[in-house]
């Protein structure tokens, strides 16, 4: 095994967590927030080397849709990075060194080439956590194996801390007012660089603890206040794994026949659920009670009051929703499509369902992120257990018309279902085709699949066309002719033109100090060649 700084960390902060990463190989499922530390620090890595746009469209394309809280990251972004770039001679800097040898891999993310020779070894930490990472090993590490390797004098070693600013909207502040709170807190912030001492005692130690990888047989969890900030916390704590038995290595036929896993949206009579009524077999999971008018099998979902003598018993909705996808997975039934109209609706029968679990009135009474968390670990799952079921399944919402407000005030429209996004986005990913319903002037409706920049949609496959009118079987005619489509993703927002460009030198103000921490790992791949020192 080749080893890293952020290997041997990972071993000494939880031998578990280690196993689980690099000794079995299990990768997570990724669900970027806005300020995903991973993805902010690639951003801002990008930003330092290549220029505020480059780091700004890239920071943009992580996302099926942008809302104002990506807007408040990109404008720290772009004030934060002059402030960076400002202390940088791009003349005498070198930036993802790689050092690679039979053990070790590693990247430096900046070294200065000095007049007398010697070159000074610098680290990009976007953090508020100052105190943690001037102990680290990671630049003792750096030192030892440049010197090694590349036979060249190091002389200083060094942090540059990216401040973090955590600051929230005010009940009292309008989304103006809080922005311009926002970009005076980023003004007033200071990006710091802070030398270290080398510490040869460091590098021994990391020795060590490779030393004990190496014997290591028993790879014990170690339960921290980390955990809350592990990827592997709902398999490490709960048991849930979705690791299935590998098949055999051979290609599969594509299934043109089977109804494919539809997400419609649109405005309501619009004829969604008629639509859906058109497929094969259907089965109606329904919440709003419109489907009086059409001839398909359907569930009706609601709480209901069992009466037993003087006892009353509430069956909730969600329940009745969780009996309904197990009694499909199960299989012993004929039917072939399963709609369900409206996600949302189930969305919050699910929170109910919660609250009473959980003996609170919302998510924030169960404790910081708690609730929330339970109420989407308890909800997205059935979704997905029933998209991967292997029926054709169409999920229904309605559309709502939301904004997004530029810098300069201006709004920006976008259309998407009825969701929060942080539900939206993790459902797009287990459909086929996203579609909105559309009806034009003359009352023709069609079901739109390929969207323009501000409304949320697309899908897996190359129809040849936008758009089909809205009828079952013209649609699957059309389905059956579709092709994959490599690198598709979701349609995404306009990115205002003024938030893509670098910001200008008087927009911000003049830096003496700073203070940053990227978190970046060693394991990275490379995005450009490697020049030597």
């Known amino acids: 095994m080749r080893f890293s700084h952020s290997r041997v960390s990972t071993f000494v902060q939880c031998p578990y967590k280690f196993k689980l990463r690099y000794v079995d190989g299990i990768t997570t499922i990724e669900d970027p927030k806005p300020d995903d530390p991973l993805v902010i620090g690639k951003a801002m890595h990008m930003g330092i080397e290549e220029g505020i746009p480059a780091a700004v469209k890239w920071y943009s394309e992580q996302f099926t849709v942008l809302n104002d809280l990506h807007i408040h990251e990109i404008i720290k972004l772009e004030i934060l990075l002059p402030k960076v770039r400002n202390l940088i001679d791009y003349d005498t800097a070198t930036f993802e060194l790689e050092i690679e040898t039979d053990d070790f891999n590693g990247f430096i993310d900046l070294i200065v080439k000095n007049s007398d020779g010697t070159v000074d070894v610098f680290d990009f930490k976007y953090s508020n956590n100052v105190d943690n990472y001037l102990e680290s090993e ?47 807190t980023l003004h007033d912030s200071k990006v710091r660089v802070m030398e270290i001492i080398y510490d040869q005692q460091k590098v021994d130690q990391f020795f060590q603890n490779i030393s004990s990888i190496q014997v290591a047989v028993d790879y014990p969890k170690n339960p921290t206040k980390l955990c809350d900030w592990c990827d592997y916390q709902e398999h490490c704590m709960k048991g ?35 639509f859906a009524n058109q497929a094969p077999d259907v089965l109606h999971l329904n919440t709003d009670g419109n489907v009086k008018y059409v001839d398909g099998a359907r569930i009706i979902i609601r709480d209901e009051i069992k009466v037993n003598g003087r006892i009353k018993e509430t069956v909730f909705a969600w329940q009745m929703i969780k009996d309904a996808v197990e009694t499909l997975c199960v299989g012993q039934h004929d039917f072939k499509t399963i709609v369900i109209d409206l996600v949302e609706d189930l969305l919050e029968n699910c929170r109910i369902y919660m609250y009473d679990k959980l003996s609170i009135t919302h998510e924030a009474d169960a404790g910081y992120g708690k609730g929330y968390d339970m109420v989407r670990t308890e909800f997205l799952p059935q979704i997905r257990r029933l998209t991967n079921a292997g029926y054709g399944v169409i999920l229904i919402s309605h559309e709502v018309i939301s904004e997004i407000t530029k810098r300069n005030g201006e709004k920006v429209t976008t259309i998407k279902p009825n969701l929060q996004d942080k539900y939206a ?36 496959l190359n ?48 830096v003496t100090s700073a203070e940053v921490t990227s978190p970046v790992q060693e394991d990275k791949p490379k995005r450009r060649s490697r020049r030597a020192v």
């Open 425 to 460: 986005n993790k459902i797009a990913g287990m459909v086929d085709i996203v579609g909105r319903v559309i009806i034009e002037e003359d009352d023709s409706r069609w079901l739109k699949f390929k969207t323009d920049n501000i409304q949320f949609g697309g899908g897996r």
């Open 240 to 274: 849930i794994d979705y690791m299935l038995i590998l098949p055999k290595n051979e290609r599969v036929q594509v299934d043109k026949e089977t109804a494919p896993v539809l997400w419609l949206y649109g405005l309501p009579f619009s004829g969604k659920t008629t």
């Open 463 to 510: 129809f040849g066309t936008d758009k089909v009118e809205l009828d079952y079987n013209k649609f699957m005619d059309l389905y059956r002719t579709a092709k994959p489509e490599t690198g598709t993703r979701l349609s995404e927002p306009v990115i205002p033109q003024e938030l893509t460009g670098e910001v200008s030198s008087e927009s911000v103000s003049e």
């Open 138 to 184: 990671q630049l003792h590490i750096y030192k030892h194996y440049l010197e090694k390797i590349n036979q060249v004098k190091v002389g200083r070693l060094g942090y540059i801390f990216i401040p973090k600013v955590f600051i929230r909207q005010k009940k009292t502040e309008d989304m103006y007012q809080f922005r311009r709170r926002l970009i005076q």
